[in-house]
Protein backbone atom coordinates (compact mmCIF):
# COMPACT_ATOMS: atom_id res chain seq x y z
CA UNK A 1 0.00 0.00 0.00
CA UNK A 2 2.72 2.38 0.90
CA UNK A 3 4.78 1.40 -2.29
CA UNK A 4 1.54 2.06 -4.52
CA UNK A 5 1.20 5.83 -2.58
CA UNK A 6 4.87 6.73 -3.56
CA UNK A 7 3.98 5.14 -6.97
CA UNK A 8 1.02 7.32 -7.68
CA UNK A 9 2.77 10.63 -6.40
CA UNK A 10 6.22 10.51 -7.96
CA UNK A 11 4.71 8.95 -11.36
CA UNK A 12 2.15 11.84 -11.32
CA UNK A 13 2.21 14.69 -14.18
CA UNK A 14 2.47 17.00 -11.33
CA UNK A 15 5.81 16.33 -10.42
CA UNK A 16 8.78 18.03 -11.79
CA UNK A 17 10.48 16.20 -14.87
CA UNK A 18 13.74 15.07 -13.44
CA UNK A 19 11.56 13.66 -10.21
CA UNK A 20 9.61 11.17 -12.49
CA UNK A 21 13.02 10.67 -14.76
CA UNK A 22 14.72 9.59 -11.63
CA UNK A 23 12.03 7.46 -10.23
CA UNK A 24 11.78 5.40 -13.84
CA UNK A 25 15.07 4.83 -14.18
CA UNK A 26 15.51 3.55 -10.51
CA UNK A 27 12.29 1.11 -10.97
CA UNK A 28 14.51 -0.03 -14.14
CA UNK A 29 17.79 -0.84 -12.50
CA UNK A 30 15.22 -2.82 -9.75
CA UNK A 31 13.39 -4.40 -12.37
CA UNK A 32 16.65 -5.61 -13.87
CA UNK A 33 18.01 -7.10 -10.54
CA UNK A 34 14.17 -9.32 -10.39
CA UNK A 35 14.86 -10.46 -13.33
CA UNK A 36 18.67 -11.84 -12.49
CA UNK A 37 17.23 -13.22 -9.31
CA UNK A 38 14.32 -14.59 -11.35
CA UNK A 39 16.93 -16.00 -14.22
CA UNK A 40 19.29 -17.62 -11.39
CA UNK A 41 15.99 -19.42 -9.71
CA UNK A 42 14.36 -20.39 -12.79
CA UNK A 43 18.03 -21.59 -14.03
CA UNK A 44 18.72 -23.87 -10.48
CA UNK A 45 15.66 -25.68 -11.30
CA UNK A 46 15.95 -25.69 -15.32
CA UNK A 47 19.58 -27.89 -14.99
CA UNK A 48 18.96 -29.67 -12.05
CA UNK A 49 20.48 -28.01 -8.91
CA UNK A 50 17.28 -27.51 -7.56
CA UNK A 51 15.01 -30.37 -7.87
CA UNK A 52 11.08 -30.63 -8.08
CA UNK A 53 8.79 -32.45 -5.84
CA UNK A 54 6.72 -34.63 -7.64
CA UNK A 55 3.72 -36.88 -6.32
CA UNK A 56 1.49 -39.75 -7.58
CA UNK A 57 -1.27 -37.76 -7.75
CA UNK A 58 -2.20 -35.35 -10.43
CA UNK A 59 -1.40 -31.66 -10.29
CA UNK A 60 -3.17 -28.45 -11.66
CA UNK A 61 -1.62 -25.54 -11.75
CA UNK A 62 -3.58 -22.15 -12.30
CA UNK A 63 -1.45 -19.51 -12.92
CA UNK A 64 -0.47 -16.09 -14.68
CA UNK A 65 2.65 -13.75 -15.81
CA UNK A 66 1.56 -10.92 -14.06
CA UNK A 67 0.91 -9.70 -10.57
CA UNK A 68 -2.51 -10.78 -9.76
CA UNK A 69 -5.71 -9.22 -10.94
CA UNK A 70 -6.48 -12.38 -13.50
CA UNK A 71 -8.85 -13.79 -11.94
CA UNK A 72 -7.52 -16.91 -10.57
CA UNK A 73 -9.75 -17.43 -7.79
CA UNK A 74 -12.88 -18.04 -9.84
CA UNK A 75 -11.23 -19.84 -12.22
CA UNK A 76 -9.77 -22.30 -9.60
CA UNK A 77 -13.61 -22.68 -7.93
CA UNK A 78 -14.71 -23.42 -11.69
CA UNK A 79 -12.37 -26.02 -11.94
CA UNK A 80 -12.53 -27.52 -8.56
CA UNK A 81 -16.66 -27.59 -8.65
CA UNK A 82 -16.83 -29.32 -12.32
CA UNK A 83 -14.63 -31.83 -10.65
CA UNK A 84 -16.25 -32.22 -7.78
CA UNK A 85 -19.55 -32.72 -9.55
CA UNK A 86 -17.66 -35.60 -11.84
CA UNK A 87 -16.96 -37.95 -8.63
CA UNK A 88 -13.33 -36.44 -8.34
CA UNK A 89 -11.61 -36.00 -4.49
CA UNK A 90 -10.50 -32.32 -5.16
CA UNK A 91 -7.45 -31.01 -2.66
CA UNK A 92 -6.43 -27.24 -3.23
CA UNK A 93 -3.12 -26.18 -2.63
CA UNK A 94 -2.62 -22.21 -1.45
CA UNK A 95 -0.25 -20.00 0.22
CA UNK A 96 -2.72 -17.81 1.90
CA UNK A 97 -1.72 -14.44 0.66
CA UNK A 98 -1.68 -11.62 3.43
CA UNK A 99 -2.81 -14.31 6.68
CA UNK A 100 -2.19 -13.71 9.98
CA UNK A 101 -1.53 -17.13 10.95
CA UNK A 102 2.16 -19.27 9.59
CA UNK A 103 1.20 -22.45 10.30
CA UNK A 104 -0.79 -25.04 7.99
CA UNK A 105 -4.20 -25.19 8.27
CA UNK A 106 -6.69 -27.17 6.35
CA UNK A 107 -10.07 -25.65 5.56
CA UNK A 108 -13.22 -27.90 4.61
CA UNK A 109 -17.08 -27.01 4.96
CA UNK A 110 -17.15 -28.65 8.09
CA UNK A 111 -14.39 -26.50 10.27
CA UNK A 112 -15.12 -23.42 8.35
CA UNK A 113 -16.70 -21.78 10.85
CA UNK A 114 -13.77 -22.37 12.93
CA UNK A 115 -11.31 -20.53 10.99
CA UNK A 116 -11.77 -16.73 10.57
CA UNK A 117 -10.30 -14.98 6.89
CA UNK A 118 -7.78 -12.93 8.40
CA UNK A 119 -5.77 -16.72 10.00
CA UNK A 120 -6.57 -18.71 6.33
CA UNK A 121 -6.83 -15.30 4.09
CA UNK A 122 -9.39 -14.24 1.82
CA UNK A 123 -9.26 -16.27 -1.08
CA UNK A 124 -8.78 -19.73 0.40
CA UNK A 125 -12.22 -18.58 2.99
CA UNK A 126 -14.14 -17.66 -0.23
CA UNK A 127 -13.00 -20.72 -2.05
CA UNK A 128 -13.93 -23.31 0.67
CA UNK A 129 -16.75 -21.32 1.21
CA UNK A 130 -17.84 -21.70 -2.45
CA UNK A 131 -17.33 -25.85 -2.86
CA UNK A 132 -19.15 -28.41 -1.47
CA UNK A 133 -16.74 -31.18 -0.72
CA UNK A 134 -13.08 -29.99 -1.55
CA UNK A 135 -10.39 -29.46 0.98
CA UNK A 136 -8.05 -26.20 1.12
CA UNK A 137 -4.99 -26.63 2.35
CA UNK A 138 -3.29 -22.99 3.22
CA UNK A 139 0.58 -23.81 3.07
CA UNK A 140 3.44 -21.37 1.84
CA UNK A 141 5.38 -24.23 1.39
CA UNK A 142 3.04 -25.79 -1.29
CA UNK A 143 5.30 -28.85 -2.04
CA UNK A 144 5.40 -30.13 1.70
CA UNK A 145 1.49 -29.57 2.26
CA UNK A 146 1.25 -31.59 -1.00
CA UNK A 147 2.85 -34.32 0.86
CA UNK A 148 0.91 -34.17 3.45
CA UNK A 149 -2.24 -34.11 2.04
CA UNK A 150 -1.43 -37.01 -0.55
CA UNK A 151 -0.75 -39.27 2.88
CA UNK A 152 -4.02 -37.96 4.58
CA UNK A 153 -6.11 -36.93 2.09
CA UNK A 154 -5.92 -39.53 -0.57
CA UNK A 155 -7.21 -36.80 -3.59
CA UNK A 156 -7.50 -37.59 -7.01
CA UNK A 157 -6.09 -34.33 -8.21
CA UNK A 158 -4.68 -31.36 -6.62
CA UNK A 159 -5.20 -27.56 -7.80
CA UNK A 160 -2.39 -25.75 -7.50
CA UNK A 161 -3.17 -21.98 -6.77
CA UNK A 162 -1.36 -19.29 -8.21
CA UNK A 163 1.44 -22.53 -9.59
CA UNK A 164 3.24 -21.31 -12.52
CA UNK A 165 5.78 -19.77 -10.59
CA UNK A 166 6.52 -22.39 -7.76
CA UNK A 167 8.45 -24.84 -9.64
CA UNK A 168 9.40 -26.39 -6.11
CA UNK A 169 6.28 -28.89 -7.00
CA UNK A 170 6.14 -30.31 -10.46
CA UNK A 171 2.50 -30.30 -12.17
CA UNK A 172 0.68 -32.20 -14.75
CA UNK A 173 -1.09 -29.89 -16.25
CA UNK A 174 0.11 -26.08 -16.02
CA UNK A 175 -2.99 -23.26 -16.89
CA UNK A 176 -1.99 -19.75 -17.32
CA UNK A 177 -4.39 -16.89 -17.03
CA UNK A 178 -4.63 -13.74 -19.16
CA UNK A 179 -6.49 -10.82 -17.97
CA UNK A 180 -7.94 -9.86 -21.81
CA UNK A 181 -8.82 -6.71 -19.52
CA UNK A 182 -5.49 -5.53 -18.97
CA UNK A 183 -3.35 -8.76 -20.58
CA UNK A 184 0.55 -7.57 -19.85
CA UNK A 185 0.43 -3.91 -18.49
CA UNK A 186 3.59 -1.74 -20.08
CA UNK A 187 5.44 -5.19 -20.81
CA UNK A 188 7.61 -4.76 -18.50
CA UNK A 189 9.16 -6.95 -14.87
CA UNK A 190 8.26 -5.94 -11.36
CA UNK A 191 8.51 -3.24 -9.99
CA UNK A 192 8.88 -1.07 -13.51
CA UNK A 193 5.98 -3.37 -14.74
CA UNK A 194 3.35 -5.73 -14.04
CA UNK A 195 4.92 -8.86 -15.14
CA UNK A 196 6.44 -11.34 -12.99
CA UNK A 197 8.52 -13.30 -15.32
CA UNK A 198 9.29 -12.45 -19.40
CA UNK A 199 6.30 -12.11 -21.53
CA UNK A 200 7.93 -15.61 -23.64
CA UNK A 201 7.58 -17.60 -20.70
CA UNK A 202 4.04 -18.35 -21.58
CA UNK A 203 5.23 -21.07 -23.57
CA UNK A 204 5.88 -23.26 -20.73
CA UNK A 205 1.84 -23.31 -20.55
CA UNK A 206 -0.12 -25.97 -21.74
CA UNK A 207 -3.03 -24.23 -22.21
CA UNK A 208 -3.61 -20.34 -22.03
CA UNK A 209 -6.92 -19.11 -20.56
CA UNK A 210 -8.03 -15.40 -21.71
CA UNK A 211 -10.45 -14.34 -18.54
CA UNK A 212 -12.93 -11.72 -18.30
CA UNK A 213 -13.81 -11.93 -21.84
CA UNK A 214 -16.74 -9.68 -22.61
CA UNK A 215 -17.37 -11.50 -26.27
CA UNK A 216 -15.22 -14.09 -28.33
CA UNK A 217 -14.19 -11.43 -31.27
CA UNK A 218 -13.27 -9.20 -28.37
CA UNK A 219 -9.21 -10.27 -28.08
CA UNK A 220 -7.82 -10.14 -31.38
CA UNK A 221 -5.11 -7.62 -30.11
CA UNK A 222 -4.23 -10.20 -27.13
CA UNK A 223 -4.31 -13.12 -29.25
CA UNK A 224 -2.09 -11.23 -31.61
CA UNK A 225 1.08 -11.20 -28.95
CA UNK A 226 0.15 -14.37 -28.23
CA UNK A 227 0.10 -16.34 -31.20
CA UNK A 228 3.36 -16.33 -31.54
CA UNK A 229 4.83 -17.24 -28.25
CA UNK A 230 1.73 -20.31 -27.73
CA UNK A 231 1.17 -22.63 -30.19
CA UNK A 232 -1.70 -24.13 -28.27
CA UNK A 233 -5.42 -23.28 -28.78
CA UNK A 234 -6.55 -19.79 -26.95
CA UNK A 235 -9.02 -20.58 -24.24
CA UNK A 236 -11.70 -18.19 -23.60
CA UNK A 237 -13.53 -16.99 -20.28
CA UNK A 238 -16.22 -14.86 -19.59
CA UNK A 239 -16.92 -14.28 -15.89
CA UNK A 240 -20.78 -13.13 -14.80
CA UNK A 241 -22.45 -12.51 -11.40
CA UNK A 242 -24.03 -15.88 -10.00
CA UNK A 243 -25.81 -14.00 -7.53
CA UNK A 244 -26.18 -10.58 -5.89
CA UNK A 245 -27.26 -10.84 -2.27
CA UNK A 246 -27.42 -8.09 1.04
CA UNK A 247 -24.49 -8.56 3.02
CA UNK A 248 -26.47 -7.86 6.34
CA UNK A 249 -29.62 -9.95 5.63
CA UNK A 250 -28.35 -12.20 3.25
CA UNK A 251 -31.63 -11.29 0.68
CA UNK A 252 -31.11 -12.32 -3.10
CA UNK A 253 -31.65 -9.18 -5.04
CA UNK A 254 -32.53 -9.93 -9.11
CA UNK A 255 -29.90 -7.86 -11.36
CA UNK A 256 -32.92 -6.55 -13.08
CA UNK A 257 -34.14 -4.57 -9.72
CA UNK A 258 -30.98 -3.10 -9.94
CA UNK A 259 -30.83 -1.39 -13.73
CA UNK A 260 -32.38 1.64 -12.09
CA UNK A 261 -30.42 2.34 -9.26
CA UNK A 262 -27.19 4.27 -8.43
CA UNK A 263 -24.56 2.75 -7.12
CA UNK A 264 -21.24 3.04 -5.50
CA UNK A 265 -18.78 0.51 -6.48
CA UNK A 266 -15.59 -0.27 -4.19
CA UNK A 267 -13.61 -3.06 -3.96
CA UNK A 268 -9.71 -4.30 -3.06
CA UNK A 269 -8.59 -6.82 -5.86
CA UNK A 270 -5.73 -6.92 -8.20
CA UNK A 271 -7.79 -5.23 -11.45
CA UNK A 272 -10.71 -2.95 -9.76
CA UNK A 273 -11.55 -1.77 -13.18
CA UNK A 274 -12.02 -5.45 -14.22
CA UNK A 275 -15.44 -5.30 -11.35
CA UNK A 276 -16.01 -2.25 -12.50
CA UNK A 277 -16.40 -3.29 -16.21
CA UNK A 278 -18.41 -6.31 -15.50
CA UNK A 279 -21.33 -3.55 -13.66
CA UNK A 280 -21.51 -1.19 -16.05
CA UNK A 281 -21.76 -3.96 -19.07
CA UNK A 282 -24.39 -5.68 -16.88
CA UNK A 283 -26.48 -2.40 -17.03
CA UNK A 284 -26.03 -0.81 -13.84
CA UNK A 285 -25.37 2.75 -13.17
CA UNK A 286 -22.42 3.56 -10.88
CA UNK A 287 -22.63 7.10 -9.85
CA UNK A 288 -17.98 6.82 -8.19
CA UNK A 289 -15.77 4.02 -7.67
CA UNK A 290 -13.72 3.73 -5.19
CA UNK A 291 -10.74 1.33 -5.26
CA UNK A 292 -8.67 -0.25 -2.13
CA UNK A 293 -5.09 -2.08 -2.07
CA UNK A 294 -6.25 -5.84 -2.96
CA UNK A 295 -6.47 -7.97 0.44
CA UNK A 296 -7.75 -4.76 1.92
CA UNK A 297 -9.24 -5.47 5.40
CA UNK A 298 -11.82 -3.19 5.82
CA UNK A 299 -12.82 -1.28 9.37
CA UNK A 300 -16.06 0.21 10.00
CA UNK A 301 -14.28 3.53 9.26
CA UNK A 302 -14.39 2.51 5.97
CA UNK A 303 -17.54 1.68 5.97
CA UNK A 304 -19.02 4.67 7.20
CA UNK A 305 -16.69 6.71 4.45
CA UNK A 306 -18.05 5.03 1.99
CA UNK A 307 -21.85 5.41 3.40
CA UNK A 308 -21.00 9.08 3.72
CA UNK A 309 -19.53 9.37 0.23
CA UNK A 310 -22.85 7.88 -1.49
CA UNK A 311 -25.00 9.70 0.47
CA UNK A 312 -23.65 13.02 -0.83
CA UNK A 313 -23.72 11.38 -4.48
CA UNK A 314 -27.23 10.04 -3.62
CA UNK A 315 -26.89 6.48 -4.27
CA UNK A 316 -29.37 3.89 -3.71
CA UNK A 317 -26.36 0.99 -2.87
CA UNK A 318 -23.15 0.23 -2.04
CA UNK A 319 -21.46 -3.11 -4.12
CA UNK A 320 -18.42 -4.97 -3.75
CA UNK A 321 -17.53 -8.35 -4.52
CA UNK A 322 -17.50 -11.52 -2.72
CA UNK A 323 -13.84 -11.41 -2.03
CA UNK A 324 -14.54 -8.00 -0.43
CA UNK A 325 -17.62 -9.06 1.76
CA UNK A 326 -15.97 -11.46 3.59
CA UNK A 327 -13.99 -8.71 5.39
CA UNK A 328 -16.97 -6.05 6.08
CA UNK A 329 -17.86 -5.60 10.03
CA UNK A 330 -21.20 -7.18 10.83
CA UNK A 331 -23.60 -4.90 12.60
CA UNK A 332 -22.44 -1.95 10.58
CA UNK A 333 -26.35 -1.06 10.30
CA UNK A 334 -25.80 1.41 7.61
CA UNK A 335 -28.19 3.61 6.03
CA UNK A 336 -27.28 2.43 2.66
CA UNK A 337 -27.40 -1.64 1.89
CA UNK A 338 -24.03 -3.52 0.77
CA UNK A 339 -24.97 -5.58 -2.17
CA UNK A 340 -22.56 -8.20 -2.85
CA UNK A 341 -21.92 -9.71 -6.14
CA UNK A 342 -21.00 -13.30 -6.76
CA UNK A 343 -18.99 -14.51 -9.65
CA UNK A 344 -18.85 -17.44 -11.37
CA UNK A 345 -16.70 -18.59 -14.96
CA UNK A 346 -18.11 -19.38 -17.88
CA UNK A 347 -16.13 -20.81 -20.59
CA UNK A 348 -16.99 -19.19 -24.17
CA UNK A 349 -14.43 -20.85 -26.25
CA UNK A 350 -12.12 -24.19 -25.77
CA UNK A 351 -14.37 -25.81 -23.02
CA UNK A 352 -13.85 -29.01 -25.06
CA UNK A 353 -10.08 -28.78 -25.12
CA UNK A 354 -9.89 -27.93 -21.21
CA UNK A 355 -11.48 -31.02 -20.08
CA UNK A 356 -10.01 -33.04 -22.56
CA UNK A 357 -6.81 -32.05 -21.43
CA UNK A 358 -7.76 -32.71 -17.50
CA UNK A 359 -9.14 -35.98 -18.56
CA UNK A 360 -6.41 -36.88 -19.61
CA UNK A 361 -3.74 -36.38 -16.92
CA UNK A 362 -6.83 -38.10 -14.43
CA UNK A 363 -6.12 -41.44 -16.43
CA UNK A 364 -2.56 -41.56 -16.49
Partial sequence: MLFQRLDNYLQSSHRPKLIRQTYFHILRFLSWLFFLGYWFRRGFYRFGFFQAVKLNTPVI???????????????????????????????????????????QILLITKNLSQHNWQDCGDEPHLICQSLK????????????????????????????DDGFQHWKLARDLDLVLVDSTNPFGNRHLLPLGILREPLGAISRADLVVLSKVLDVNSCQEVKSILNPLFKGEIIQAKYRFSLIREQETGRA???????DKRILAFCG??????????????????????????????????LLSLEKEGLKVGVDYLATT??????????????????IFEIEVEIISGEKTLWQKIEQILQR
Fill in 133 to 160: ETAVIINPRRAKAAGWGEENLKPDVFIL
Fill in 322 to 339: AKDGLKIPSNLQLKLPVL
Fill in 253 to 259: IPLESLR
Fill in 61 to 103: SVGNLTWGGTGKTPFVIYLASKLEESGQKVVILTRGYKRRSKT
Fill in 269 to 302: IGNPESFYLLLEKSGLKIEKKCSFPDHYPYARLD
